[in-house]
């Protein structure tokens, strides 16, 4: 069992930066795929970034690329989402996720096993 717990949420204004982290008790990380997800209020959870058990691989969502960078530091068991020149539609509740086995999809949320409880982020204009 992976118990995730995001941190780092907050109130920005827009054009601002944020750094969200996902730290994991029970389990290394280290051998698994990763990824930032975020659900606004109203709408269904969607994908944001993903990053590959070893980092060397990233996916981000069209929305986000070139603001937001996914990382992880596999000796403090932690993975990052760097938040960039934050938009007001950038709020939501963005929680991270573990995938135990490599998945075709690494978009999809039916692709990871294990789910933060959240982490909420709100842009203002």
């Known amino acids: 069992q992976v118990h995730l717990v995001e941190s780092g949420g907050g109130l920005v204004q827009a054009g601002g930066s944020l750094r969200l982290t996902c730290t994991a008790s029970?389990?290394?990380?280290?051998?698994?795929?990763m990824g930032w997800f975020r659900q606004a209020a109203g709408k269904e959870r969607e994908f944001v970034a993903a990053?590959?058990?070893?980092?060397?691989?990233?996916l981000y969502a069209d929305s986000v690329k070139g603001r937001f960078t996914i990382s992880r530091d596999n000796a403090k068991n932690a993975v990052y989402l760097q938040m960039n020149s934050a938009k007001p539609e950038d709020t939501a509740v963005y929680y991270c996720a573990a995938a135990i086995s490599p998945r075709p999809d690494r978009r999809a949320v039916g692709a990871y096993d294990y789910w933060g409880q959240g982490t909420q982020v709100t842009v203002s204009s």
């Open positions: 990053i590959n058990w070893g980092g060397a691989t990233t």
């Open positions: 029970g389990r290394t990380l280290s051998s698994y795929g």
